[in-house]
């Protein structure tokens, strides 16, 4: 059986204000997400929009949100202005896959 690369990646940037934004959607089981905003991040999964159930990231950190099927499963706003977000998605990590 000749192997197939499944992991289609993706990398994209996405304007971000101080209203809650779904990130586009695509298929992967993690993404990596790089703030670039200039101000703290916040980011929300799986429909868990409370402040006590958020993520926090600092301008200039990134992070890798994994256990999703889909990257539109994160949603994500910031503190202060609009500012640029950057992702990559990945459908595996670097597990073998069999």
Known sequence: MPFVNKNKSYSF???ISTSLKQLSGFTASEVL?????????YLY???NFTDDRRFLIKNSESMVLRGITNTNEVSAKTGAASGTVYFRSAYFSNLNQF
């Not at 997400?33 to 991040?41: E, H, V």
């Open 13 to 15: 940037n996405m304007t």
């Open 33 to 41: 997400i790089s703030n670039k905003t200039g101000q703290d991040l």
């Open 45 to 47: 999964d799986n429909d």
